[in-house]
């Protein structure tokens, strides 16, 4: 019975983060570029009380074993990287990847970080900014004087001044991807830290080495579907349930045989 109560409360734990990991997704579905996260669980050790094999009895096999297991524990969670929503905006500075890379974003303390979120903004000394006024890297100015930004599907970046009709191209919009994405480590702002699960980055230009393509005036919205949340959360909350019935049930057996003396 104390296996009983240690592993039902192994899986009231173990529910109880699967619910906080819904609960983020469900609280970012309108959170531009957000990946939404799977917890992912792994059953605990096995005490043997007999194994399967030879037999005390002459000649006879034991074609099962007698295992009792402790419980279960969350071993990861899984971000899904699969493509979000594309939805227009109409903004010229709203840029959307359709494909694996990222967005390269300079942090004050001189790091590279890496972000999905496309909307981006003009700092007041023209630099192209992120949300939160860090840095897009490869650097691209914006004139003060120009009437008109056009950013090709490819990453070129091209203005027209006030007064001129000619397109003039001031930078390259320069993506990075990684061979395991799921190893990335979220900083929150919508930003992600290379780590050595994920691999170095590999940079390129949009269109290149499965970069996937920029498309000017769209965003790429979250890619948690909120049906499937929902019908995790009460699959999840039915085993949170079930498992505070099992440490109850536990606890009145041990009432039972508390009481047998008297």
Do not use: C, W
Not at 12 to 24: E, G, R, V, W
Not at 186 to 210: D, F, W
Not at 221 to 238: D, G, K, L, P, T
């Amino acid at each position: 019975m104390i296996r009983a109560l240690r592993s039902a409360a192994s899986g009231m734990y173990a529910q109880q983060l699967y619910i906080d990991t819904i609960a983020n997704n469900l609280s970012n579905v309108n959170t531009t570029g957000f990946k939404r996260a799977k917890m992912e669980f792994q059953d605990l050790v096995y005490q043997t009380i007999q194994g399967s094999g030879n037999s005390a009895e002459l000649d006879a096999v034991l074609p099962t074993e007698l295992q009792i297991g402790h419980g279960v524990r969350p071993i990861s969670i899984q971000k899904s990287f699969e493509q979000g929503n594309i939805l227009p905006t109409g903004n010229p500075l709203d840029l959307s990847i359709d494909g694996e890379g990222f967005f390269q974003v300079g942090k004050p303390d001189g790091t590279t970080v890496y972000s999905r979120d496309g909307s981006l903004k003009i700092s007041p000394d023209g630099g192209i900014v992120t949300s939160d006024g860090y840095r897009i890297e490869p650097t691209i100015t914006i004139p003060a004087d120009t009437a008109q930004i056009m950013i090709a599907r490819d990453g070129t970046v091209s203005i027209v001044l006030i007064g001129e009709t000619e397109p003039q191209t001031i930078g390259q919009i320069e993506l990075a991807r990684f061979i395991n994405p799921a190893g990335l480590h979220s900083l929150g702002q919508n930003l992600y830290k290379e780590t050595v699960a994920s691999g170095p980055p590999i940079l390129g230009n949009p269109g290149q080495e499965g970069m996937g393509m920029v498309s000017q005036g769209f965003l790429e919205s979250s890619n948690v579907q909120i049906v499937e949340e929902m019908v995790a959360m009460i699959v999840a909350q039915r085993a949170y349930e079930v498992a505070s019935k099992a440490i109850r049930t536990a606890e009145e057996m041990l009432t039972i045989a508390n009481n047998l003396k008297r």
